[in-house]
């Protein structure tokens, strides 16, 4: 006898959070109070009265076994330790690669690739693919494998300051380019996880390259295309854990580039984030809720852009209120730790310099790191949405809208530390500037913050300055593009 389990009425958005609805027009109450975007009730004449959770279940743990086990065997016939498999990776690419690409050329690409831009196992952060989900992908995938060598070369170029190498990179670049084209007029291969990996690292190539306007705009047109499968490849990209994180990090760049290009937020991003709240834990579902905010925040940015947007201020000042609320509502998972500081066992100078004011954070892991960032950014963009406006007129108002923006300033500044891994959650050991992920993630909100100061400023030069560390050291050449806009701009660039 199959169970027939009653079905709800209420809005996705409702049945998502498990609360009740009151199912009215246009959108129902609890939407209304939370600042969601409500996605409407459903057809109940349409839906078949069956309980598939098992049916899912199974689906999901298949999956997820699946993955598990082509890394096993994958590991099985090749060598035990993780360099040899390394290596095998690296022989079995030879055979796709071009002859003018020699084979310790390769390596050390691939080699520099899963040192600095992948993160080992161990670290269980949802936001990346781990070690040995890329080093499957790329075993598999010609397409991935192609642009993870790009993706490396390019890396080693700017740290070598190798125009050589760099031209090496660009010949990869172009030819993962045509592998990704002929995979996408193919319907499965379109949907695949390969595609939206090796998309994806070719995103991580124009920002490695970037160092023009049109740069960044290349790096836009990536995005748009991950944007664009993301939605191709629909629900079941969040059912097991390999499509879940490259989800959850492409959504990080794909918000990133609305809020910079002042666009709206891709609403399949938005729907997907909110589906994917039932397949995370209550607590790491907040980063899910934290997207349906951004989105209203990139959505005004947008409209004042156009000159769309009527009562500029109300509207900023109401979704700035409804983001403090959701920092109030953050359960311990994302706490973070402001420390005295900064510490000086075993850092050199250079690495002193990182430290903005004389305490840094401790997060839970990158992840958080970045979240908190994300919601400063918005925040910080809402609050200077209102000073540009010509609707204040209370001098009191301004003021503490300036002191909102340079308290949220402060705070990105002083993450830094953090996600360069200049001190780690536990703050036991000081590990130095050798892993490039957080100098990723950090750069957008760094620059948002720095925009919020004149030329000239403390905040802003100590920004450039970080950059062009950055941009030496971890060889990633939008933090140079940024540098060079942030010294030779007097205003904030839209």
């Not at 060598?79 to 990776?89: N, Y």
């Not at 390019?154 to 002929?182: C, F, Q, V």
């Not at 960044?216 to 994180?245: D, F, P, T, Y």
Request: aromatic residues 8%.
């Amino acid at each position: 006898m199959v169970y027939q389990p009653r079905i709800s009425k209420g809005c996705g958005n409702c049945r998502t959070r498990r609360i009740k609805c009151d199912r009215a027009e246009p959108t129902c109450s609890q939407c209304v109070r939370a600042f969601f975007s409500c996605p409407g009730y459903r057809d109940l004449q349409q839906l078949h009265y069956r309980n598939e959770n098992e049916k899912v279940r199974f689906r999901v743990r298949s999956a997820q076994y699946s993955t598990e086990r082509q890394v096993g065997l994958a590991k099985e016939t090749g060598p035990q330790s993780r360099q040899a498999f390394k290596a095998a990776v690296v022989a079995q690419s030879l055979q796709s690669l071009p002859a003018s690409l020699s084979s310790s050329t390769s390596a050390e690409s691939v080699g520099f690739f899963f040192r600095y831009y992948v993160l080992e196992d161990g670290h269980n952060i949802p936001i990346y693919l781990s070690a040995s989900q890329m080093e499957v992908l790329a075993a598999n995938s010609p397409s991935v494998m192609q642009s993870l060598v790009a993706v490396g070369l390019a890396g080693l170029s700017n740290i070598k300051k190798s125009p050589d190498l760099m031209s090496k990179a660009t010949e990869e670049y172009t030819r993962a380019l045509h592998l990704i084209n002929g995979a996408l007029k193919d319907e499965a291969q379109r949907k695949s996880d390969a595609t939206l990996a090796a998309t994806m690292l070719l995103g991580m190539f124009e920002v490695l390259t970037c160092n023009t306007p049109s740069s960044l705009e290349s790096w836009a047109q990536h995005i748009r295309g991950a944007s664009a499968l993301i939605e191709m490849r629909g629900a079941e990209q969040i059912k097991w854990i390999v499509g879940m994180r490259m989800f959850t990090h492409l959504r990080v760049q794909i918000i990133a580039s609305c809020l910079h290009w002042r666009l709206s937020i891709p609403a399949s991003i938005v729907h997907w984030s909110l589906q994917a709240m039932t397949e995370r834990s209550v607590a790491d579902a907040k980063a899910d809720e934290l997207v349906d905010l951004v989105a209203h925040v990139a959505r005004l940015l947008s409209q004042a852009r156009m000159n769309l947007a009527s009562d500029i201020v109300s509207s900023a000042a109401t979704i700035d209120r409804y983001l403090r609320q959701w920092r109030q509502t953050l359960p311990p998972r994302w706490a973070y730790q402001t420390v005295p500081g900064p510490p000086v066992r075993n850092r050199s100078p250079s690495h002193i310099k990182f430290y903005y004011t004389h305490v840094y954070h401790i997060y839970p892991d990158l992840w958080a790191c970045n979240i908190w960032n994300f919601y400063r950014s918005a925040r910080i963009l809402l609050n200077q949405l209102m000073l540009n406006s010509a609707e204040i007129g209370d001098q009191a108002e301004n003021v503490q809208i300036r002191e909102t923006v340079a308290q949220l300033s402060t705070e990105i500044a002083e993450s830094v530390p953090f996600a360069l891994k200049l001190v780690d959650s536990r703050a036991t050991n000081f590990p130095s500037l050798d892993h490039c992920l957080g100098g990723f993630t950090i750069l957008w909100p760094l620059y948002v913050a720095a925009n919020t100061n004149p030329l000239g400023s403390t905040l802003r030069e100590w920004v450039v300055e970080r950059f062009e560390t950055i941009g030496n050291d971890m060889g990633i050449g939008q933090a140079h593009f940024m540098a060079r806009t942030l010294r030779n701009t007097c205003a904030p660039v839209p």
